[in-house]
């Protein structure tokens, strides 16, 4: 499987004998001026959403996402390719008869096995 490069690598693809991984993750972890700290694969953002607080989640940004997810309801619906009314009485017309046919034959299997059990076993 192929190596990655990463910052510090020289161009074989190894890192330099006097950098080990644990030094290039202390040194990533610390911040340049001292007061931020930075995190990986987060930065601001999961800082700002683990800071309470500051009182970020309030009612507008709620919704926010309640709008915004109402908004994305209403485009999926958009891209619905909805039946004509003819094709609509025909799906219905359709079930209803399965529905009735499957009944039936639900029904005639239940009288007839219920006859062969009364005759095995009597009345």
């Known amino acids: 499987m192929a190596e990655r490069n990463r910052p510090g690598d020289d161009a ?3 890192r330099p004998e006097d950098e080990s991984i644990d030094d290039v993750t202390a040194d990533d972890a610390r911040a340049d001026d001292g007061d931020e700290e930075l995190t990986r694969g987060g930065g601001t953002a999961v800082r700002e959403r683990t800071d309470s607080g500051k009182g970020k989640a309030t009612k ?3 919704r926010g996402r309640i709008g915004g ?3 994305e309801v209403v485009g999926e619906l958009r891209k619905v390719i909805w039946p004509t009314r003819r094709e609509l ?3 219905t017309a359709v079930v209803i008869v399965f529905v009735a046919v499957m009944t039936t034959i639900v029904a005639l299997l239940d009288y007839g096995f219920g006859k062969a059990i ?6």
């Open 12 to 14: 074989a693809g190894e």
């Open 60 to 62: 507008e940004r709620r």
């Open 69 to 71: 997810f109402f908004r």
């Open 89 to 91: 009485l025909t799906y």
């Open 118 to 123: 009364l005759t095995t076993f009597g009345n």
